[in-house]
């Protein structure tokens, strides 16, 4: 009994397969796929589109159908029209579209053309005029005769000579000029000796402990002169 067994262990794998799992493999044909696609070409065709969704090829049966169908129809219109939605857009035309290709326009120079000037006047055009200096005249201060008659006076030394002394400071680079035996008016000689040497205010100014006129810089030969012209 042992060894049927066994031999029908081992002769197992070489039984027949059993029909039911095999019957889809057995059954395949290419029959089916070609009736299925002659029954979908011989279908019917859609609606026309023309007509609206819910209405019907055949004509009405009755006058009541064919009235309430074009109720239905007028009641369709009137809501279509009383929509919010705004109206589609009409196409433009080719020939009101505007236009892609601009024109460059011509940059207008402030000269003109080369060839339009003459020719020495074109070789002048190239150089840059350049501003000249103004011309500056030297100053030239009024003469002693035309000023009026002056309101100080300046005494000369026992030697007839003006007492107009130079001085040196500040280790030789202050260079001053002094008027000294000024008896009047003090102001009036400092203001004619600022404008006849051309100086500013702060250059030109008086002592006031020894009733000096002090100038800035060595003078002497310009001030002796004026104020022999001036009649001291």
């Known amino acids: 009994m042992s060894r049927s067994q066994s031999l029908a262990a081992l002769f197992r794998p070489c039984v027949a397969p059993r029909s039911i799992p095999c019957r889809p493999h057995s059954c395949f044909s290419t029959t089916i796929r070609v009736f299925a696609e002659q029954s979908s070409q011989t279908t019917t065709p859609p609606p026309t589109p023309s007509l609206p969704p819910n209405a019907s090829a055949s004509p009405p049966p009755t006058p009541q159908?064919?009235?309430?169908?074009?109720?239905?129809a007028a009641a369709e219109a009137r809501t279509e029209a009383d929509s919010a939605q705004p109206p589609k857009p009409k196409p433009i035309l080719p020939s009101k579209r505007p236009s892609t290709q601009t024109t460059p326009k011509k940059q207008s120079s402030p000269f003109p053309a080369p060839s339009t000037?003459?020719?020495?006047?074109?070789?002048?055009?190239?150089?840059?005029?350049?501003?000249?200096?103004?011309?500056?005249?030297?100053?030239?201060?009024?003469?002693?005769?035309?000023?009026?008659?002056?309101?100080?006076?300046?005494?000369?030394?026992?030697?007839?000579?003006?007492?107009?002394?130079t001085d040196t400071k500040r280790g030789g680079n202050l260079h001053l000029t002094t008027v000294r035996k000024i008896t009047g008016d003090l102001a009036a000689l400092r203001d004619e000796l600022r404008v006849h040497l051309?100086?500013?205010?702060?250059?030109?100014?008086?002592?006031?402990?020894?009733?000096?006129?002090?100038?800035?810089?060595?003078?002497?030969?310009?001030i002796t002169e004026f104020l022999s012209e001036r009649g001291m």
């Open 198 to 222: 051309n100086k500013p205010e702060a250059e030109v100014t008086i002592n006031s402990l020894t009733g000096h006129v002090v100038i800035k810089g060595h003078h002497l030969r310009k």
């Open 65 to 72: 159908a064919a009235q309430r169908a074009a109720d239905l």
């Open 117 to 165: 000037l003459p020719k020495s006047a074109f070789q002048l055009a190239k150089f840059k005029k350049t501003p000249r200096p103004a011309v500056t005249k030297p100053y030239q201060p009024p003469s002693p005769a035309s000023l009026p008659p002056p309101q100080y006076h300046v005494s000369r030394s026992a030697n007839k000579n003006l007492p107009v002394y």
